[in-house]
Antibody, heavy 120, light 107 residues
Framework: QLQLQESGPGVVKPSETLSLTCSVS??????????WAWIRQSPGKGLEWIGT???????YYTPSLGSRITISVDKSKNHFALKLNSVTAADTAVYYC????????????WGQGTLVAVSS | IQMSQSPSTLSAFVGDRVTITCRAS??????LAWYQHKPGKAPKLLIS???ILESGVPSRFSGSASGTEFTLTISGLQPDDFGTYYC???????????FGQGTKLEI
């Protein structure tokens, strides 16, 4: 059964880089053709899709984050990663990883989420 | 594509019928999903393609569409239905998607 689990530091200092990983179990990220995504929820706000990577490595990012975001896949570790640089308090959020097999179906499988606070 | 969801909060009693509305800024050809999100948990997919109930989702949940306006209806509200409900626009050609602002349902 495919499962996702986010991990990473709970606190990041302003102007530094937020780094999270999403561990995939129950399937191989190297061989399964899926879309792997990051979604966040800032305090008091709604869900925000921030980016997706396909198993081939092609990436899609929300325009609002500009060049600050990078999503990558590590096939040897069976996980995918999020890096968000130059963070500010506005990047404080619960970050979820999620996946779907095709673009014409909505995301049905999510991790439990991890809270990242940007604070000095 | 912008998704406008209303109301932002909703209070109702057990047994009530409640309706949440989501409007798309342009035609999305019913590529619309509804999620239920509870604190500390992952969002749960309820409905896809505007009206297709996901397996295991109680039949008191239903979705409908009229042009760019979409509706989630819960008939016979249960205590476990509290949470925040989101609509989400997706499509058949791009991995990008957009959520509505959410509706917090208080029982």
């Amino acid at each position: 059964q495919l499962q996702l689990q986010e991990s990473g530091p709970g606190v990041v200092k302003p102007s530094e880089t937020l780094s999270l990983t999403c561990s995939v179990s129950g399937d191989s990220i190297a061989t399964s053709l899926r879309y792997w995504a990051w979604i966040r929820q800032s305090p008091g706000k709604g869900l925000e899709w921030i980016g997706t990577i396909f198993s081939t490595g092609k990436t899609y990012y929300t325009p609002s984050l500009g060049s600050r975001i990078t999503i990558s896949v590590d096939k040897s570790k069976n996980h995918f990663a999020l890096k968000l640089n130059s963070v500010t308090a506005a990047d404080t959020a619960v970050y979820y990883c999620a996946t779907r097999p095709r673009v014409d179906v909505p995301v049905a499988l999510w991790g439990q989420g991890t809270l990242v606070a940007v604070s000095s | 594509i912008q998704m406008s969801q209303s109301p932002s909060t909703l209070s109702a009693f057990v047994g009530d019928r409640v309706t949440i509305t989501c409007r798309a800024s342009q035609n999305i050809n019913n590529w619309l999903a509804w999620y239920q999100h509870k604190p500390g948990k992952a969002p749960k997919l309820l409905i896809s393609r505007a009206s297709i109930l996901e397996s295991g989702v109680p039949s008191r949940f239903s979705g409908s569409a009229s042009g760019t306006e979409f509706t989630l209806t819960i008939s016979g509200l249960q205590p476990d239905d509290f949470g925040t409900y989101y609509c989400q626009q997706y499509n058949s050609y791009s991995p990008m998607y957009t959520f509505g602002q959410g509706t917090k349902l208080e029982i």
